[in-house]
Nanobody
Framework: VQLVESGGALVQAGGSLRLSCAAS????????MAWYRQTPGKQRELVAS????????KYADSVRGRFTVARDNAKKMMYLQMSNLKPEDTAVYYC??????????WGQGTQVTVSS
């Protein structure tokens, strides 16, 4: 599956933003999906994940209650609704898919910048 993120932008602290991840290929509905983020000099960290059917989600402690991950298998889309954004949320956000035995894919990333 190939992944393309969009929706990154510059936003003020306290604002909201929705990221989208568009997938191509035939394995999207079979894939566990996730959002990761990375800042310069730091390791990529897991932000949120969602199960194949969308009925199970997990969040990093730092975003729980502010971010919501969702997916639409019919449209082959995943979303990350971000609210009450903080400057520490500034990062490049990546879409990630995992399916089968050790098959994974990453998007190219989208920049989110939160100004204070």
């Amino acid at each position: 599956v190939q992944l393309v993120e969009s929706g990154g932008a510059l936003v003020q602290a306290g604002g909201s933003l929705r990221l989208s991840c568009a997938a191509s290929g035939t394995t999207f509905s079979l894939s566990t999906m996730a959002w990761y983020r990375q800042t310069p000099g730091k390791q990529r960290e897991l932000v949120a994940s969602i199960s194949r059917g969308g009925d199970s989600t997990k969040y990093a402690d730092s975003v729980r209650g502010r971010f919501t991950v969702a997916r639409d298998n019919a449209k082959k889309m995943m979303y990350l609704q971000m609210s009450n954004l903080k400057p520490e949320d500034t990062a490049v956000y990546y879409c990630y898919a995992a399916w089968g035995i050790n098959f994974t894919s990453w998007g190219q990333g989208t920049q989110v910048t939160v100004s204070s």
